[in-house]
C-alpha cells in the first residue's frame, strides 16, 4: 500500500494550493482518508478527511477555507486550500485509515507546504 503526495510548495499569504494523494496497492473508497499536517515543533493536526460515511470533516482552523474531495475511479483525494496563512506551514500528509483525527493506518511521505508572511 502507498500513498503518494502531491502538490506542496512556497505560497503567499492569501494564495491558493491544491494537494493530490493517490493511493495504490490497495482501494480505499471506503476508507477514512484525507489530511494531517505537522508544523516544526508542534503536535500532528487533523486537518480533513472523507469518512466512512462519506461525509467531509475539517479541523477548526482550516473549516472555510480548506476542501476536500475525492475521485474514486481514480483513488485520489484532493485537499484545495485557500486563504492560506502562514500558520497553515506544516508538512502535510496523506493517510488513509484515519482514527482518533491524527492516527492513522497508512501514511504518505508527506508534502511541505510554506505560506509566507
Known amino acids: 500500500v502507498q500513498l503518494q503526495a502531491y502538490g506542496g510548495g512556497l505560497v503567499q499569504a492569501g494564495g491558493s494550493l491544491r494537494l493530490s494523494c493517490v493511493a495504490s496497492?490497495?482501494?480505499?473508497?471506503?476508507?477514512?482518508m484525507g489530511w494531517i499536517r505537522q508544523a516544526p515543533g508542534k503536535e500532528r493536526e487533523f486537518v480533513a478527511a472523507?469518512?466512512?460515511?462519506?461525509?467531509?470533516y475539517y479541523g477548526d482552523s482550516v473549516k472555510g477555507r480548506f476542501t476536500t474531495s475525492r475521485d474514486n475511479a481514480k483513488n485520489t483525494v484532493y485537499l484545495q486550500m485557500n486563504s492560506l496563512k502562514p500558520e497553515d506551514t506544516a508538512v502535510y500528509y496523506c493517510a488513509a485509515g484515519i482514527h482518533g483525527s491524527t492516527k492513522a493506518d497508512y501514511w504518505g511521505r508527506g508534502t511541505q507546504v510554506t505560506v509566507s508572511s
Open positions: 472523507f469518512k466512512l460515511s462519506s461525509n467531509t
Open positions: 496497492g490497495r482501494t480505499f473508497s471506503n476508507s477514512n
